[in-house]
T-cell receptor
């Protein structure tokens, strides 16, 4: 298996622009997680899905952030409009079962200027 | 304030030395995990501990879960440069077992 795939690996954008991050989970996994990692706050859970349905989005910072999972093999995290404080590494992870081992993707390094 | 506090934040040692890193909380955890993250990559799960007092060994790594399930430690014997990375603990609490919290991590550098 190719593991969790994320794209793009790096994104540089200007404040106010829309940013879309993409994730392909491991085939057969029924849970998908979006995390954000910064030096100040460490690794934070933003939202997670079970069978494509959002279960807990309490970690989403504000309305500028939205996430979708239209099917079992694809998810997006969108920031609109982006702000410099959104600069971070965003990880997607998937697991089989909520307590199953989470496999992380390589992350998307986002820089908002 | 982090739910899980890790110490030390940074550790730089010579190859062959032993070290221990700690993960502490005032909350009780139903389970606790340790991950290692290398630069430019996502975290990789090392171990899960679920029982108070549990000790697990993974080659040169020894993981311990506190009796009260509020803390954990990771001990590395005879560290090697390949052990270099960010070590993260993560857990789910008893009152919100569906949510996973990560500590801020310990950045370990093992010099050859």
């Amino acid at each position: 298996d190719a593991g969790v795939i994320q794209s793009p690996r790096h994104e540089v954008t200007e404040m106010g622009q829309e940013v879309t991050l993409r994730c392909k989970p491991i085939s057969g996994h029924d849970y998908l997680f979006w995390y954000r990692q910064t030096m100040m706050r460490g690794l934070e859970l933003l939202i997670y899905f079970n069978n494509n349905v959002p279960i807990d989005d309490s970690g989403m910072p504000e309305d500028r952030f939205s996430a979708k999972m239209p099917n079992a093999s694809f998810s997006t995290l969108k920031i609109q409009p982006s702000e410099p404080r959104d600069s971070a590494v965003y990880f997607c992870a998937s697991s089989q079962g909520l307590k199953g081992t989470q496999y992380f993707g390589p992350g998307t390094r986002l820089l908002v200027l | 304030t982090q739910l899980l506090e890790q110490s030390p934040q940074f550790l730089s040692i010579q190859e062959g030395e032993n070290l221990t890193v700690y993960c502490n909380s005032s909350s009780v955890f139903s389970s606790l995990q340790w991950y290692r993250q290398e630069p430019g990559e996502g975290p990789v799960l090392l171990v899960t501990v679920v029982t108070g007092g549990e000790v697990k060994k993974l080659k040169r790594l020894t993981f311990q879960f506190g009796d009260a399930r509020k803390d954990s430690s990771l001990h590395i014997t005879a560290a090697q440069p390949g052990d270099t990375g960010l070590y993260l603990c993560a857990g789910s609490t008893l009152y919100n077992f569906n949510k996973f919290y990560f500590g801020s991590g310990t950045k370990l550098n093992v010099k050859p």
